[in-house]
């Protein structure tokens, strides 16, 4: 086996080897698509070991995945490989006596529980639903399963709800039926059917008789497109199971009032656990001695972007309070010590995600750890497993103790790869923005920067527009790649960014042209005048979502500013994007009610209102299967520069949705975007 080779296979399992003596080369997008990415990670219920997936990418671009398992008591184990079949497995938990582990896999074509003992052997089949399970979580004692299934809502078996999809797969027309919102959903058209719940037990090895425990209702659960099996707990008596959900009603588009509901794992009657607030409740954890149940609550109904509060209700006496409700931040996710009185939590803050302590019935909270984005695994006896990433490191495993320090590796999975790629050096800087109030962003030099010379600028503006470009690392939107390209890259936190405190992040709301813009242009400078190597006066902006909406806003209010933009998936047309997109809630909060009641506010900020003003060199790019900006948002951009002899050009992919996930597709796409740059900027001449 040739050196390389064998560093690599090493590698994937974590295990550390001594950085080789390799020339490093500018970041590419080839790079970033052949990036190995850890993945599915699991602590055993003792502490001991630890469990993850890792899937490799080959030179040639073919893929694997496998498990592995790490000794967490020995600093010097090896990770032992667990599993060689093709496919990915995913979604691993301990049993809770930990001598096995459970995950999901497709091995027979569809997606089914397995099992497999630490102690040897070959994975045993545990389902054999008709239907693929998506997510599941096991109970405390390991004896049931709940599972997120697909299903049609008014089927009383699984088999029912099979032979409907079968008869749709084979339906020779092609029209689709609907008498109310939602008919599609971020890229998917609604079929009919919906997610539910479904509770079986595990007896010998296998399951038994499952039991759909929101059979009949008209709603997800998980919600979709992006929540999963953070939303659904058993209780820890394993009687009943607790979930976040919307409650059947024809607001679904225009809705935020997302509830938790309490159901017995055999079915029956449901009970609304959070009925008084009218906004977003999410992710219910129980204390492992069930006294507890901790979950996070917005307060503003129809709005996706509130402070998450984190909410404690005393199983016992009922009451619920907030937890730390002075803490202007909003925690993403949560999880209960070993104490029952401690929470783990995670939360964006001031361009980090950091991970925190918070005691439940003081209030007080521990900064843990601040630097790149963390997410946190779970615990091993007194020590916490994250996994951590940065604007320069992919995401792998890492260990600390209570107070977050003694930092340990436990993984290093792409290290042969990274050493040979060369980062650009980044920085956090602030300035002064809207109203003198202070804002942050991050500046990256070129990869192969020289001292003295100046540099082009690509100028990121983030989508959301409650978002951030902050220190982490992105497999669509990355800054090393422009970094890798020759270019210095500016992101700025505008007003209306996350992290910074909620009134911050409402700022935005009715003045998404207001002082986002305000914020751009006084950072830019800033960060020029910081920065002597930045050439401002040389640069591309590029934005997606809500950064597409401020290039066609630039285009309008700040038309002598680049050289050059782009365009993806931008809101151009806000009277037409209204009736069009999907979750109506968004726009409606954002402009203040629907298009016919705040009128004169969409107006005022619809990019069409202001393309005599357009004269910048855009390139406009775009996915047909954007259900939350529909594509002729973009062609509409497109076609107004064409027929003004405004230079542009138009970049669709008919397989993609708001982002770009192919890997064939993002080489293409940065392949384009850096040519257009190189073309405008001049650095196609040097």
């Known amino acids: 086996m040739k050196i390389n080779t064998l560093c690599m296979a090493l590698l994937a399992t974590g ?6 003596a390799v020339e490093q080369q500018p970041f590419t997008v080839q790079d970033l698509v052949k990036l190995n990415k850890l993945h599915s990670a699991a602590v055993s219920n003792d502490g001991s070991k630890l469990v993850y997936g890792v899937k490799t990418v080959a030179e040639d671009g073919k893929t694997d995945s496998d498990l592995y398992l790490l000794d967490l008591t020995d600093k010097d184990a090896k ?68 599972m997120s299934i697909r299903v049609f809502p008014e089927c009383d078996t699984l088999e029912c709800s099979k032979e409907k999809f079968d008869a749709e797969k084979a339906r020779k027309s092609t029209g689709r ?22 509770v079986a037990p595990i007896e010998h090895g296998q399951l038994g008789k499952t039991v759909d425990v929101t059979k009949g209702l008209d709603t997800e659960t998980p919600p979709k497109p992006f929540s999963g099996m953070e939303e659904v707990t058993f209780t820890p ?23 938790l509901w309490q159901v017995p794992v055999n079915g029956g009657d449901t009970v609304n656990l959070t009925a008084e607030n009218k906004a977003w409740d999410a992710q219910p954890v129980y204390s492992a001695d069930g006294r507890y149940l901790a979950y996070l609550a917005m307060r503003k109904p129809g709005f996706e972007a509130d402070r998450y509060r984190i909410m404690l209700r005393d199983t016992v006496t009922g009451q619920t309070k907030e937890v730390a409700p002075l803490w202007d931040r909003s925690p993403s996710s949560l999880s209960f010590g070993k104490d029952n009185n401690t929470l783990y939590v995670t939360a964006q803050d001031v361009g980090q995600v950091s991970v925190f302590a918070i005691n439940t019935q003081f209030g007080d ?61 980044f920085q956090q800087f602030s300035f002064k923005g809207w109203n003198n109030e202070e804002v942050f962003g991050y500046w990256l030099k070129p990869a192969n920067f020289e001292e003295g010379k100046k540099y082009p600028v690509a100028f990121l503006v983030h989508g959301g527009p409650q978002g951030s470009f902050g220190n982490s690392f992105s497999s669509r939107w990355n800054p090393e790649l422009w970094a890798g390209a020759g270019y210095a890259v500016v992101m700025v936190d505008f007003h209306g960014s996350t992290g910074y405190g909620q009134a911050f992040t409402d700022s935005i709301s009715l003045d998404w042209g207001g002082k986002p813009l305000e914020d751009l242009q006084k950072g830019l400078a800033a960060v020029a005048k910081q920065q002597p190597w930045i050439d401002a006066s040389n640069a591309c902006a590029l934005g997606g979502s809500y950064g597409g909406y401020m290039m066609n806003w630039i285009q309008g209010n700040w038309n002598d500013g ?22 109506l809630w968004f726009p409606e909060h954002e402009f203040g009610g629907t298009y016919e009641q705040t009128k004169d506010l969409y107006e005022k900020f619809n990019p069409a209102n202001y393309v005599q003003n357009w004269k910048t060199p855009m390139l406009v790019i775009h996915g047909e299967q954007d259900f939350r900006v529909p594509y002729d948002q973009g062609l509409a951009a ?49």
């Open 562 to 583: 680049f050289k050059c933009l782009v365009d993806h998936a931008g809101l151009f047309d806000m009277r037409s994007m209204y009736h069009v997109t999907e979750e």
């Open 365 to 425: 909270i521990r900064t843990l750890y601040n630097d790149g984005s963390n997410s946190l695994v779970g615990l091993a006896g007194d020590r916490l497993i994250v996994r951590h990433a940065s604007l320069v490191e992919p995401g792998d495993l890492w260990s600390m103790n209570a107070d977050g320090q003694d930092l340990q590796r436990l993984t290093d999975v792409n290290r042969a790869k990274l050493n040979k790629i060369k980062f650009g050096d």
């Open 15 to 20: 295990i550390a080897v001594p950085a080789l």
């Open 177 to 198: 039926e609907y008498s109310q919102l939602m008919v599609r959903h971020w890229d998917t058209w609604f079929d009919h059917a919906r997610n539910h719940l479904i």
């Open 237 to 259: 008596d394993g009687k009943y199971v607790v979930y976040s959900a919307k409650a059947p009603a024809k607001d679904q588009a225009w809705t935020t009032n997302y509830d």
């Open 79 to 146: 990770p032992l490989q667990l599993t060689t079949a093709k496919g990915t497995e995913h979604d691993v938990s301990f049993s809770p006596d930990d001598r096995s582990i459970y995950f999901v896999a497709a091995r027979d074509g569809s997606s089914q529980l397995y099992r497999l003992s630490l102690t040897g052997g070959e994975a045993q089949q545990v389902s054999h639903l008709p239907l693929d399970i998506d997510g599941y979580k096991l109970s405390a004692d390991g004896k049931q399963v709940v």
């Open 638 to 686: 497109f076609s107004y520069m064409q027929r003004n002899n405004i230079p542009s050009e138009l970049l669709v992919f008919p397989d993609e949705n708001h982002w770009i996930l192919n890997p064939d597709n993002l080489q293409q796409w940065y392949g384009k975007v850096l040519s257009w740059m190189d073309r405008w900027t001049g650095k196609a001449a040097q």
